[in-house]
């Protein structure tokens, strides 16, 4: 943790993490801590200022999650936002009630002369999202804003620098919420910008050094993707000749990506890369397999013994690093107790245990939106950088039914003229994800005079935030008909374009 940044208390409101991301964007440094921690817990990190985050719970419940009491007494400037106004209110001799109907949605704000709304004007959007409400501020507070149907919006007591908004200021419907944020943590707590990729990489690098101490290699799974190119790139700088990056090329990745590994990772940076050639492995185990999760397993499977074997050739690794990010690691401690813990796919099956290797997590306190900046500042390509999303098992499942050798050229070339069209028509970076998948069908067609029976070939493009739901990419009708007509002209073989108008749920991204 670095000093003077700001402890924030997580009570279950799925706006807990933007909090953090809208923090950081103004560069102070900030953690998420569980809402229920001790009060030791906060001193170790010894911030400057405490927000008390939003909560699905009422104060009234009998397992709602309470803050340590030293959060109420203490001289640090304090920030609750929804349930953490509630919480203010509520244990230093306010009152808190519900039973009104729910408030959701944008409400004018009217704000008086204040600490927290000093530059901000009267009458602007904020966003709303509660069931119970401050009906009367503690003593020493003053209300601060209201709306039409709450004259309690927002209420500060500036000589205990204790403030409350029943608002949500970090999401961006709330037109003036970095404002405010900015106010409370540069204007009121006096913090000072401490957070920035060129200090955290300077950090980090130093870390990196002195876990490895003297001796040892330390090895990473690099799958060009971003995360795992970020941990290459910063492992390069901070121990470049104790790093051996090892790359599993498993003949089922898109069109050119092995050479492009080879090419940034081996050539550009000088890396002492290991390519694992395993197409024959990977394509003779899956002949034959059509059930998504049997294709996933085997994938796995001969995954963990080519990178076991690959380690296993070079002597002295100590570590094994991952790329992990921090909303897994906010995930697996949250005050609702170790949920999924990390995502199973940044492990290599147990690998670690095994060779009797320490893991190495140098992005665990990274949002993806930093991993990205931290990538250009190590020297990354924008493109490497903004790459959308890879499965792990690759194309095995954007061929569905049984994988061919055949079947994944054709699929690489399709993919590859689909996404090359929406880089050159700068359509790339308003997708999160967008890939092509080849169906098990032949339909007839009809190509000059002659009649064809071919196969049929889906396009997917999605927006979305995390992958965890999504919507359907709405590309113009234009561009849908000049990328299928260029696919169907440049690639022989298929006949049919289709366009995928799933969101997820009830889809999912991939189609297996
Ligand atoms: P779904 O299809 O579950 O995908 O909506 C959500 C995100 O996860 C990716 N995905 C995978 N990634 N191994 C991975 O490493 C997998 O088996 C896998 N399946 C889906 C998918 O590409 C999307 O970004």
Same mark, same amino acid.
């Given at each position: 943790m670095i000093k003077g940044g700001v402890a924030i208390l997580d009570f279950g409101s799925q706006y807990s993490q933007l909090i953090a991301r809208r923090v950081r964007e103004l560069g102070v440094y900030c953690e998420l801590l569980p809402g229920n921690c001790q009060w030791s817990d906060i001193e170790k990190l010894t911030p400057g200022a405490i927000i008390l985050a939003g909560s699905p719970y009422s104060v009234y419940g009998a397992d709602s999650p309470i803050p340590p009491v030293e959060v109420f007494s203490t001289e640090l400037p304090v920030l609750g936002v929804c349930y953490g106004m509630q919480l203010l209110a509520h244990n230093t001799g306010g009152k808190v009630e519900g039973g009104f109907h729910r408030?959701?949605?944008?409400? !004018?704000?009217n704000t008086k002369k204040s600490q927290l709304f000093s530059e901000i004007e009267s009458g602007q959007q904020a966003w709303m999202s509660h069931g119970d409400r401050v009906t009367r501020v503690p003593s020493g507070y003053?209300?601060?804003?209201?709306?039409?149907?709450?004259?309690i919006a927002a209420m500060e007591n500036h000589s205990l620098k204790r403030y409350g908004v029943q608002f949500?200021?970090?999401?961006?419907?709330?037109?003036?919420?970095?404002?405010?944020?900015k106010q409370f943590l540069f204007d009121i707590a006096k913090l000072k910008p401490n957070w920035d990729m060129k200090y955290f990489s300077t950090q980090a690098i130093q870390f990196i050094k002195e876990e490895l101490g003297d001796k040892g290699k330390v090895? $990473?799974? !690099?799958?060009?993707?971003?995360?795992?190119?970020?941990?290459?790139?910063?492992l390069h700088r901070a121990v470049p000749n104790r790093f051996v990056p090892i790359f599993v090329d498993n003949g089922l990745l898109r069109a050119g990506e092995r050479q492009e590994v080879e090419k940034t990772f081996g050539e550009h940076f000088g890396m002492d890369l290991i390519t694992v050639d395993g197409e024959d =492995?990977?394509?003779?185990?899956?002949?034959?397999?059509?059930?998504?999760?049997?294709?996933r397993k085997i994938i796995g499977r001969v995954f963990i013994e080519l990178f076991e074997e690959a380690a296993n050739s070079i002597p002295d690794v100590t570590h094994l690093a991952q790329g992990t990010l921090y909303p897994d690691v906010i995930e697996s401690v949250s005050?609702?107790?170790?949920?999924?813990?990390?995502k199973s796919h940044h492990n290599v099956g147990g690998l670690p245990e095994r060779m009797n290797l320490k893991l190495l997590e140098p992005l665990r306190e990274l949002f993806?939106?930093?991993? =990205?900046?931290?990538? *250009?500042? !190590?020297?990354?390509?924008? $493109?490497?950088?903004? *790459?959308?999303?890879?499965?792990?098992?690759?194309?095995?499942?954007r061929i569905l039914g049984p994988i061919t050798r055949e079947d994944r050229d054709l699929l690489q070339k399709v993919d590859k003229v689909f996404i090359d069209y929406l880089l050159e028509k700068n359509l790339y970076d308003e997708i999160w994800q967008a890939f092509s998948v080849l169906l098990p069908i032949r339909t007839v067609g009809v190509m000059g005079d002659e009649r064809t029976y071919d196969r049929v070939v889906a396009l997917r493009a999605v927006t979305s935030t995390d992958g965890m739901t999504a919507d359907w990419y709405r590309m113009d009708p234009e561009h849908m008909a000049a990328v299928s007509s260029r696919i169907v002209n440049r690639v022989n073989g298929v006949s049919r374009i289709v366009y995928d108008i799933s969101s997820k749920p009830p889809g999912t991204i991939e189609w297996e």
């Open positions: 408030e959701y949605g944008p409400a !004018l704000l003053t209300i601060v804003a209201s709306t039409d149907l709450l004259p949500h200021p970090e999401v961006n419907h709330t037109v003036f919420g970095a404002k405010l944020l090895i $990473l799974g !690099l799958s060009g993707g971003v995360d795992s190119s970020v941990v290459a790139a910063l =492995r990977f394509l003779n185990e899956l002949a034959g397999v059509s059930d998504p999760e049997k294709k005050f609702k107790g170790p949920s999924a813990t990390i993806k939106d930093e991993v =990205r900046e931290l990538g *250009r500042e !190590l020297g990354l390509s924008n $493109l490497m950088v903004s *790459r959308h999303p890879f499965p792990g098992p690759g194309l095995a499942v």
